[in-house]
């Protein structure tokens, strides 16, 4: 492939209407059964687990493929990373569009909001603006005494046991229920 063939595909991916925000787009509206000019903040407000589940497929698969598939191109051009097109991509065109007209706190977003804050490139203060209405992570100090506890994960009633062995370089702890 040529260096101008590159720059093509680039700008194919990441242009106004391009490849990536058209994916986005279509994916979110099969999510929510719906045209995309009839998404709004009601259905995120009252299923935010459809956006949950397409956040976690983009997120957890198509990010990770798209990096190893899309590496030459990143390699030819410093300033073009896929992950952050995208996740960039997802915060103009999918939060944006979603969370505008949000009149509460959304706790399963927090995460969304989150790692698209740290992650996309160029965040404006309407997003940021946006990200503090929606989600439930306040600043400042931490209201009440800090109490202990135990991970979800491992019951309280259950005493767990432990099993350690030496060899000639290292000790080692393993622990269970």
């Known amino acids: 492939m040529t260096e101008s063939e590159k720059d093509r595909v680039i700008q194919l991916l990441k242009g106004k209407g391009g490849v990536i925000e058209s994916c986005l787009e279509?994916?979110?509206c099969k999510a929510y059964k719906?045209?995309?000019s009839d998404l709004d903040a009601k259905l995120v407000a009252n299923n935010?687990?459809?956006l949950e589940d397409m956040w976690n497929k983009l997120y957890q698969d198509i990010l990770p493929c798209l990096q190893s598939t899309l590496y030459p191109l990143e390699k030819h051009d410093e300033g073009f990373k896929i992950r952050k097109s995208v996740l960039t991509m997802f915060r103009e065109h999918i939060l944006m569009k979603l969370l505008?007209?949000?009149?509460?706190?959304?706790?399963?977003l927090d995460r969304i909001l989150f790692a698209v804050l740290m992650e996309s490139e160029g965040v404006s203060a309407e997003f940021i603006a946006l990200s503090n209405k929606v989600t439930t992570v306040k600043e400042g100090p931490v209201e009440g005494p800090i109490v202990k506890s135990r991970s979800k994960t491992l019951p309280n009633n259950k005493a767990s046991k432990t099993v350690t062995w030496q060899d000639s370089?290292?000790?080692s702890a393993t622990f269970c229920l």
């Open 34 to 36: 719906c045209k995309f």
């Open 169 to 171: 370089s290292r000790k």
């Open 48 to 50: 935010p687990t459809a």
């Open 26 to 28: 279509n994916n979110l």
């Open 100 to 108: 505008r007209d949000v009149t509460r706190s959304i706790p399963d």
